[in-house]
């Protein structure tokens, strides 16, 4: 599995937009960059993909660099609430996404009110 | 939404004995359901594949017969700790994957703890 590497740890003031980076040097030229977070004692949920646009949903923006090789998830006004864990992972996507995540250490977010 | 559901949320378990966590997909049908673990301080670690009629398969480094996997039916699958021990006490953690949807789910986790 393609490794992504994060800084372990950001801090944010609620209100101000964060840029979460992420890189994956190694990235396949069919693996999808999704990204996931964790609450405190919660199980992750899903926050966001993408393939080589940048994507935009009621969560974030994934702004993915043209090579592949980094990608950073745009929280535009962050609140007390996504305080949480970050999760960079590679995988597949449709009929070829086993649902399969290897998760590394992610970048815990801290947002200061 | 989907929705993944673990039971129990949180159990606490004498050393020796046996515990059951469930992990149910409430309004999709998956065939195949993931085991993760967690312990303090440090990212999910994936134990397993569940598979719906056959066999799991285990990661590399975990006991297949201290951690039995049953994916009886399409909706369900279960993790046995067996003679639990304080080393296994841990936030335990299944997802499901739905059709060909991208998005994971996740349940809400069982903090195990095992005295």
């Known amino acids: 599995d393609a490794k992504t590497t994060q800084p372990n740890s950001m801090e944010s003031n609620e209100e101000e937009p964060v840029h979460l980076p992420c890189n994956h040097s190694t990235i396949s030229g069919t693996d999808y960059i999704h990204w996931y977070r964790q609450l405190p004692s919660q199980g992750p949920e899903y926050v966001i993909h993408?393939?080589?646009s940048n994507v935009n949903n009621r969560m974030a923006s994934l702004a993915i660099a043209e090579d592949r090789k980094s990608s950073t998830l745009i929280l535009h006004r962050a609140t007390l609430r996504d305080a949480a864990v970050y999760y960079c992972i590679l995988g597949g996507h449709g009929s070829s996404n086993t649902g399969k995540l290897i998760f590394g250490q992610g970048t815990t977010l801290q947002v200061k009110p | 939404g989907a929705v993944v559901s673990q039971h129990p949320s949180r159990v606490i378990c004498k050393s020796g004995t046996s515990v059951k966590i469930e992990c149910r997909s409430l309004d999709f049908q998956a065939t195949t359901m993931f085991w993760y673990r967690q312990f303090p301080k440090q990212s999910l670690m994936l134990m397993a594949t569940?598979?719906?009629?056959?066999?799991?398969?285990?990661e590399q480094g975990v006991e297949k017969d201290k951690f039995l996997i049953n994916h009886a039916s399409l909706t369900l699958s279960t993790l046995t700790v067996t003679s639990a021990h304080p080393e296994d006490s841990s936030f335990y953690i299944c997802?499901?994957?739905?059709?060909?949807?991208?998005?994971?789910?996740f349940g809400q986790g069982t903090r195990l703890t095992v005295v």
């Open positions: 993408g393939l080589t």
């Open positions: 997802s499901a994957p739905r059709g060909a949807s991208t998005e994971a789910f």
């Open positions: 569940s598979n719906e009629g056959s066999k799991a398969t285990y």
